[in-house]
């Protein structure tokens, strides 16, 4: 690619090598559908070491399919941070339940156990039936499952990640994705994810049953007769067509074969960049593990920091413009999802203090295996002379 410091905030990593996995899946007898489906379903099996994977069409198809999976339905509810992308809290729509959106906290715009505990005497209160929380491992940091899964567990819900920012990374000595703690995780493969598959998506879950249900709804529910012959099938619930191409895991195969070495490179980025931040002296918050997790490691998928804006005299916006003026791109993640016009329309104005705190201060900056550690310096020295 031929730029003069453009720098966006995510970038996907694509080689030869993976051009020739592409060319050659195109020579193949199957174009969907085909071996390199289950290949790159076995691969995501141990990469997460969790019993069942099931690849399929993007991000938000995997949280469809979960939420499908565990017959969400009109009268359900469904607890989601408010700050996350759209397709959280949107799949619980598609099943036709509700979304109760969660606060977060204002630094990590994250939900923890306490909030959590929060959203469900709420819920309690309003007398709604909770069926399922859905955590976001924002920026690829993991929230604490462990004790989200405790409270779960106690109110018999079932708890989904939804992983899309976390690939390669690592919580309590298990990869993300293990499943040990939610009952099922989700991936996407969007290019400016942690790997890509052009668009793609999976979800990881140790329920056989789950499994087999997900795997069955991305293709029209169709079940095939064993006894009668191949061609008859009947459908007794209605499915999606959410499959995921062949020349798509081809890529996903080969891209997996790199995602050790993308996440190494971004946390040697992220890393850099919190050190060169040190001479900000608290004006802006950096991405750390919050609670020192031991035997955890990320797999960032953003670098997003937390501005003061309130203290500096310019505000995001003009930081914004000002670094696109020098090929710096970046981008707000996320939109506190209640506050988009059709969940308003829906549920109303809700008060989610923390979400709107994390949202009104954060900046993600651009963080991608590509990018130099020179190129760290070049934004930093940009805030630098914009802010001090
Ligand atoms: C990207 C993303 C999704 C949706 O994934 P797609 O593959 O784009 O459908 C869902 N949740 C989060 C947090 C994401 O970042």
Redesign the pocket.
């Known amino acids: 690619m031929k730029r003069k410091k453009i720098l966006p905030y995510g970038f996907q990593s694509i080689s030869r090598d993976d051009i020739r996995s592409v060319s050659s899946a195109l020579k193949n007898d199957f174009l969907t559908t085909g071996p390199f489906v289950e290949i790159f379903e076995r691969q995501l099996k141990s990469l997460t070491q969790a019993k069942h994977a099931v690849a399929c069409a993007?991000?938000?198809?995997a949280?469809h399919l979960a939420c499908n999976a565990i017959n969400l339905q009109k009268g359900d509810w469904v607890i989601v941070p408010s700050v996350?992308?759209l397709?959280?809290a949107n799949a619980v729509r598609f099943c036709g339940a509700d979304v109760f959106f969660s606060d977060v906290d204002e630094n990590t715009g994250q939900i923890t156990p306490e909030i959590l505990e929060r959203a469900f005497k709420e819920a309690d209160r309003k007398s709604l039936k909770i069926k399922a929380v859905i955590v976001?491992h924002l920026t690829g940091r993991p929230v604490n499952l462990k004790e989200i899964s405790f409270i779960t567990k106690k109110h018999k819900v079932t708890l989904i990640v939804?992983a899309?920012?976390a690939i390669g990374g690592s919580y309590l000595g298990l990869p993300i994705g293990s499943c040990k703690y939610e009952d099922i995780n989700t991936f996407?493969?969007?290019p400016v994810?942690s790997i890509t598959t052009g668009?793609?998506?999976a979800i990881t879950t140790n329920d056989k049953s789950l499994a087999l249900t997900m795997k069955r709804a991305r293709s029209h529910n169709m079940i095939r007769s064993e006894t009668k012959g191949n061609w008859r099938y009947q459908m007794k619930n209605l499915g999606f067509n959410y499959r995921i191409s062949d020349i798509q895991c081809a890529l996903g195969i080969n891209q997996l074969k790199k995602l050790d070495k993308f996440v190494q490179k971004r946390a040697a980025l992220v890393c850099c960049y919190n050190k060169k931040f040190r001479e900000f002296d608290g004006k802006v918050i950096t991405p750390t593990l919050k609670d020192k997790e031991p035997e955890t490691s990320i797999g960032w998928h953003l670098y997003s920091v937390v501005f003061n804006f309130s203290l500096l005299p310019i505000t995001r916006s003009q930081l914004m413009k000002k670094l696109a003026e020098v090929g710096i791109y970046t981008q707000v993640h996320y939109i506190p999802v209640h506050s988009q016009p059709y969940y308003r329309k829906l549920y109303g104005s809700i008060k989610l203090p923390g979400s709107m705190q994390y949202f009104e201060r954060t900046l993600s900056l651009p963080l991608f295996p590509k990018m130099k550690l020179n190129d760290v310096k070049y934004v930093v020295d940009h805030i630098k002379g914009f802010i001090l």
């Open positions: 993007n991000g938000t198809a949280l996350t992308f397709a959280t976001v939804d899309c920012h996407s493969f969007h994810k668009e793609g998506g």
